[in-house]
C-alpha cells in the first residue's frame, strides 16, 4: 500500500531481509536496499560453509571466563542471548555483515567469541573490522587482537573519499 511504501515497506524487502519489519524514512530505507542489492551482487553467497555451523549458543553460554556470558539466568538474558546466537550465525553465514547495537549490548564479546570461533573453524582468514568512529575503531582493535579501521579509511584506501570522489545524490 502507499502508507507501507511511505513508511519504508517493500516488496523486495523479504529477501533482503525476511524477519525485520520497521519504519524509515522512504528515501533513505531506498538507499538501503539499493546499497543492499549492489552488495549482494559484488559480494555473492558463501558456498563453501558446511551445513551445520557451530552452536553458538554454547560458545555464548560458556562461564564468562572462558569467553562466554554464562547461562541466561533471566528472561531478559535468554532473549539476549538468542538476538546474540542469531547474530552469530548471520555473521557466519554473510561474506559481509554490520553489527550494530546499543552501549553495552555485548557486541565487542560476541566480536571475540565470532572471531575466535572463525579461527577454530576455518584456520586463519583475511578480516576487515571498519568501525564507525576512531574511538570505536580503537576499541574493537584492541578486544578482538585484529587490525581495525574507521569507515572512511577504508574508503580513503580504496580510492573512494578525496578530491577526485563526491557522493551523488
Known sequence: ???????????????????????????????????????????????????????????LTKPKGEGGFGTAETEREASALTEKTAALETLYRNRLSVLTGGAGTGKTSVLK???????????????????????????????????????HQILWDVGLLGSNYRLLD
Open 113 to 151: 567469541a565470532f572471531l575466535r570461533t572463525l579461527r577454530d573453524v576455518e584456520g586463519p582468514r583475511s578480516l576487515l573490522l571498519a568501525a564507525p568512529t576512531g574511538k570505536a575503531r580503537v576499541r574493537l582493535q584492541t578486544a578482538s587482537g585484529y587490525r581495525a579501521s574507521t569507515i
Open 1 to 59: 500500500s502507499e502508507l507501507e511504501e511511505d513508511l519504508g515497506a517493500t516488496d523486495h524487502d523479504d529477501d533482503l531481509v525476511p524477519e525485520l519489519r520497521f519504519v524509515a524514512l522512504k528515501r533513505v530505507r531506498r538507499c538501503e536496499i539499493e546499497i543492499a542489492q549492489v552488495v549482494r551482487e559484488q559480494v555473492g553467497e558463501l558456498t563453501d560453509l558446511p551445513v551445520a555451523g557451530p552452536d553458538w549458543k554454547a560458545i
